[in-house]
C-alpha cells in the first residue's frame, strides 16, 4: 500500500447533525441529558437547568503546504520533547501536589468525587488549575465507565468542557469523550465532538490525542485505509506522543487485522515491543519499545488488536494460572527447591571467591585447602596462597595474571614474600591448583551444594505461602483473561503440560549445575603437573 501523509482533516469523520448534550445537574450533579439550548429540569432534585451549546474550537484546515510544515514541526518536537507541560496528562497536576493530594487518587473515585467541585470552582484561576480539573475528569471518565456509568462520565467530562477556557484542553476533553463513545458502541457521538476541535494543533501531544481519537473512530467504522493514512502504516511514519506511542501502534495492528494480513499485524506487535529506528548519536532506539504486559494490558483496556493479542494472553494466563497452582500444590515446593539450590550455590560461591581473594586464605575461610590441597599433588598440604603479576606482550599490552599455590613439605609459599613465592612457583608448578580461581569457584559450589538445599526449601516454602495470600486477586485477574479465551476459543488444552514443564525445567538447571561444575572439577585435577626432579630429591 503506498501511504502519502495527510492532514487530520482530510479523514476526520463527518459531523454528526445530532445536539443532544448530557452534562451534570447544577444542584446535583445528576447526569440530564437534553438538546442544547434548553432548559431542563433534573429528575432527581427537581432543579431547573439551562443547558448551552458546546463550545466549538473548528477552525479552516491549513492547506497542504501548511500541513506539510505542521508535520515538520511536530517532528522536532517529537525529537526534542518537552515533559510535564500543561497537555501533559500522564504526569499529576502541580496543582493537585501543591494542594496535598497524591497519585493514587486517580484509581478511587470517591476521592475524585470530593475533588470535583472545589476543582470546578478554581479552574479559571490559571493554567494548571484547567489541567487539573481536566485529570480529574479524565480519571473519573475511566473509573465511570468501568462501572457501567456511561451517561454519569459523559456527564463530567461534557461540563468540565463547559469549565475549560484553554481550547488545548477543550481539545483533550473531547478526544476523552470520543474515545469513550467509542467504546460504548457510538461512533458517530465521537465523530460529533471530533468536528469541534481544532484540525491541526501545533502542539505534538494535541496532535497525538486527536489523531488517535479520529483512528478509533474509523476502526469502529471498520475504515482500515483511513486508519492507516492516519497513524501510518509504519511506526516512523508519523510523529507521536510518547504516551501515545502504544495507542498508536494497537490502532496500526487492529487495521492490519482487518485487511486480514496477520503476519503483519504480529511483526508489528513483536516490532512495538522491541522498539525501532535508531536515535542518533545514541544506541537507544528512536521508538522506544513498550514492555509486553503494558501492551497487552492497553490493548483489552482499549479494545484492540483482537487476534493479535491472542498469543500473548495465552501466555499471561498459563503465567497467572501456573501461579494458581504452585499456591495450591505442595508437590511444587520440591521443584521450587531444585531450581532455586544452583542458584543459591552460583552466589554464595561468588560471594565466597572474593572473600577468599580479599584475605588470601581462598573461599570458605581458607577451608577448601584441606579439600583441594591433597588432590593436587602428593605433598600439597594447606593453606592456599594467592600469587598476582602481570605481564606484557608484543604489543605493549599489559594483562593480569594469578595463581593459586599450595604448600608442601618441602617449602611454603605462604611463609613467602611475592619475590620468591613466584620463583618457587616456576621452579615447582606441581604446587600450583590448575584453573586458579575457577577451579576454587567450581569446588566452593559442590561443597556448598548440599547446605544449600535447605535454605532454598525454605525460600519455596516461603514462595509458596506469598502466592496463596495473592490467590484471590490471582483468580481476579484470571477470571477475565480466560474469559476472553473461551470466547476465542483458545481455552481448551492451555494449561496441559503446565507442571510437567515446571519438573523438567527443574530437574535439568540442577543437573546440568551439578554435572558442569563437578567436570570442570574433575578434569582440573586430571591436569596437575607432576612434580620435577629437583622436588623429590633427597
Known sequence: MQWIPVAIHEYAPAMSQADSRVVECARCGAPIGARSQTQVTCRYCGASNSIGARPNDFRQAPSP???????????????????????????????????????????????????????????????????????????????????????????????ALDVLS??????????????????????????????????????????????????????????????????????????????????????????????????????????AIAGSGQAKGSTAPKIPPIPAAALLDLARAEGLAPRTRL?????????????????????????????????????????????GCSTGDGPLLGSL????????????????????????????????????????????????DWSRRMDYGRKFPHQEVPGGAAMLFAVSFLVLFPFCLIPAAVLSIRKKSRLKRQEPELLQKLAPLEAELQAAGALQGLYDGLHRIDWRVALWLCFAMLFFMGSCTGIGFTACTEPPPSATAN
Open 65 to 159: 503546504a501548511e500541513e506539510i510544515a505542521r508535520l515538520a514541526r511536530l517532528k522536532a518536537q517529537q525529537d526534542h520533547a518537552v515533559p510535564g507541560h500543561v497537555f501533559d496528562l500522564e504526569a499529576f497536576p502541580p496543582a493537585l501536589m501543591t494542594a496535598g493530594q497524591q497519585p493514587w487518587i486517580a484509581d478511587h473515585l470517591d476521592a475524585l468525587e470530593r475533588l470535583w467541585p472545589s476543582a470546578k470552582a478554581s479552574a479559571n484561576a490559571g493554567i494548571e488549575q484547567q489541567r487539573a480539573l481536566l485529570w480529574i475528569a479524565a480519571q473519573m471518565v475511566r473509573l465511570l465507565q468501568t462501572a457501567g456509568r456511561d451517561d454519569v462520565a459523559q456527564a463530567r467530562m461534557e461540563t
Open 166 to 271: 484553554d481550547p488545548g484542553h477543550r481539545l483533550l476533553a473531547r478526544t476523552v469523550l470520543a474515545r469513550a463513545a467509542v467504546r460504548a458502541g457510538k461512533p458517530d457521538d465521537a465523530a460529533e465532538f471530533l468536528s469541534e476541535c481544532d484540525p491541526a494543533p501545533e502542539v505534538l501531544e494535541l496532535d497525538s490525542a486527536l489523531r488517535y481519537a479520529n483512528a478509533r473512530v474509523r476502526l469502529a467504522r471498520g475504515d482500515a485505509a483511513g486508519t492507516l493514512a492516519l497513524v501510518g502504516p509504519e511506526p516512523d511514519a508519523m510523529p507521536w506522543a510518547k504516551a501515545f506511542l502504544g495507542h498508536s501502534s494497537l490502532a496500526r495492528i487492529h487495521a492490519y487485522e482487518l485487511l486480514d494480513q496477520l503476519d503483519k499485524a504480529k511483526a508489528l506487535w513483536r516490532r
Open 311 to 355: 498469543e500473548p494472553l495465552k501466555q499471561q494466563a498459563r503465567t497467572v494460572r501456573g501461579q494458581i497452582n504452585r499456591a495450591n500444590s505442595i508437590s511444587l515446593v520440591f521443584p521450587g527447591m531444585l531450581v532455586g539450590t544452583p542458584i543459591l550455590c552460583f552466589l554464595l560461591s561468588f560471594v565466597a571467591m572474593i572473600e
Open 369 to 416: 585447602a584441606p579439600i583441594v590441597c591433597p588432590q593436587v599433588c602428593d605433598d600439597c598440604r594447606p593453606p592456599l596462597t594467592y600469587l598476582f603479576w602481570s605481564s606484557s606482550s608484543g604489543g605493549g599490552k599489559r594483562t593480569s595474571k594469578h595463581a593459586v599455590l599450595c604448600d608442601g613439605v618441602r617449602a611454603q609459599p605462604s611463609t613467602m
